[in-house]
């Protein structure tokens, strides 16, 4: 099936750092999501992207995050600067339309800040 | 608060027998449950969904029950495999105007042979 895949697989950064994940999305998708899964616990939506825009944001999409698609390329989570509560699985989606149409995920990026 | 909760947590079963994961919501405006399963070291898919318009969907081995009173939905996989064996996470949705999809905290399914 279509494949998104999120590069690198596990980061670790030390506290107060600049980290950006990237996702590569399936490719005629149109909208994207990022996700944080703390371990053990459920993943909670963070975000949605479409149009080059933030349609949607939780409260955990705290002011040091940011989200961005440039030039129809990887859809990336910037976090500056980090902090230790960051620390997480993040997982990407993305879906050919929006509202409750099918989600693919990656496999995650394992973030560890120190 | 949790808004979509799952139990067990984890669940083990032999080949062959129905395994039986429950989740249960808390918005009565969700009308969106998808179930998604997730292998070792591989992404959450989309395996099987149903909206409240039907109580039951079934599709292969894997059949949702969905009470709408009481807010509950189970996920039954008869005949259970050893290839079955991952986490099994429900979901839900509303459509009034937000596109999130809330997760639950997933069941881990064990099939032994």
């Known amino acids: 099936g279509p494949k998104v895949l999120q590069i690198p697989s596990h980061q670790i950064i030390d506290m107060g750092q600049m980290v950006t994940l990237n996702c590569d999305p399936v490719s005629n998708h149109l909208y994207f999501y990022w996700y944080k899964q703390i371990l053990g616990q459920q993943m909670e939506f963070l975000v949605n992207f479409y149009n080059g825009k933030v349609m949607e944001k939780s409260k955990l999409f705290k002011d040091q995050f940011s989200v961005e698609r440039p030039d129809g390329s990887y859809f990336t989570l910037k976090i500056q600067p980090t902090a230790l509560e960051d620390s997480a699985v993040y997982f990407c989606?993305?879906?050919?339309?929006?509202?409750?149409?099918?989600?693919?995920f990656g496999a995650g990026t394992r973030l560890s800040v120190l | 608060q949790q808004q979509v909760r799952q139990s067990p947590q984890s669940l083990t079963v032999w080949e062959g027998e129905t395994a039986i994961l429950n989740c249960s919501y808390e918005d009565s405006t969700f009308d969106y449950f998808p179930w998604y399963w997730q292998f070792p070291r591989e992404s959450p898919a989309l395996l099987i969904a149903?909206?409240?318009?039907?109580n039951k969907k079934e599709d292969g081995r894997f059949t949702i029950f969905f009470n709408k009173r009481e807010k509950k939905l189970s996920l039954h996989i008869t005949d259970s495999q050893p290839g079955d064996s991952a986490t099994y996470f429900c979901?839900?949705?509303?459509?009034?105007?937000?596109?999130?999809?809330?997760f639950g905290s997933g069941t881990q399914l064990t099939v032994m042979p």
């Open positions: 989606a993305s879906s050919l339309l929006g509202g409750q149409n099918t989600l693919y």
């Open positions: 979901a839900a949705s509303g459509s009034s105007g937000s596109w999130q999809l809330i």
């Open positions: 149903i909206r409240p318009v039907s």
